[in-house]
């Protein structure tokens, strides 16, 4: 059974740095596109980046509210995801989801982990 | 950028209601696009990929169509647990994109 367990979320001040995690199991991250999706309190949902599978060199993409402050990394030996945050802002306040992608037809996220929340505030 | 418009932003409806929701791209996606359905406090779930195609478990009820740059989410007969917000998502070009979701209340 395919599960993803975010952690990591935290209160942290403007500027700081966070890093949150999404621990897999019942498959292995290494084969599967990741993305990490994020949602602001009453806001709708925004993709914040992906990484490749190891046959495509474990390559990123991210949406340019992030790029150059965010970057996805995955760990093999814990089977484990992460997403680094660096010179956060208010405005990057959300519950963050990290989905695992069935390939095929744009690489869909068909599982989602429960979300850990974000508070970026003084 | 592809921009992906939902409408309505908000639908009032009522259980065994035929419900329609439409997203537009702002170019055209082929069949690159899915839909999600959110409950409050909950992971979204996908319901539909590439455009029309019905995720496993979910209900026949639910429906997809279109490609290029209209697509469209039905639900046949509205129940009780459909009520929920629903957002369409762009898998073609990056960034990768949702819809502004269309909220299904009472």
């Known amino acids: 059974e395919v599960q993803l367990v975010e952690s990591g979320g935290s209160l942290v001040q403007p500027g700081g740095s966070l890093r949150l995690s999404c621990a897999a199991s019942g498959f292995s991250l290494s084969d599967h596109y990741m993305d990490w999706v994020r949602q602001a309190p009453g806001k709708g949902l925004e993709w914040v980046g992906r990484i490749r599978s190891k046959p495509h060199s474990h390559s990123t993409e991210y949406a340019a509210s992030v790029q150059d402050r965010f970057t996805i990394s995955l760990d093999d030996s814990d089977n484990s995801l992460y997403l680094q945050m660096n010179s956060l802002k208010t405005e990057d306040t959300a519950v963050y989801y990290c989905?695992?992608?069935?390939?095929?037809?744009?690489?869909?996220?068909?599982?989602w982990g429960q979300g850990t929340r974000v508070t970026v505030s003084s | 950028d592809i921009q992906l418009t939902q409408s309505p932003s908000f639908l009032s409806a009522s259980v065994g209601d035929r419900v329609t929701i439409t997203c537009r791209a702002s170019q055209g996606i082929s069949s690159y696009l899915a839909w999600y359905q959110q409950k409050p406090g909950k992971a979204p779930n996908v319901l539909i990929y590439?455009?029309?195609t019905l995720q496993s478990g979910v209900p026949s009820r639910f429906s997809g169509s279109g490609s290029g740059t209209e697509f469209t989410l039905t639900i046949s007969s509205l129940q009780p647990e459909d009520f929920a917000t629903y957002y369409c998502q762009q898998l073609l070009g990056y960034p990768l994109s949702f819809g502004g979701g269309t909220k299904v209340e009472v």
């Open positions: 989905g695992k992608t069935r390939y095929g037809a744009g690489n869909y996220i068909e599982h």
């Open positions: 590439a455009a029309s």
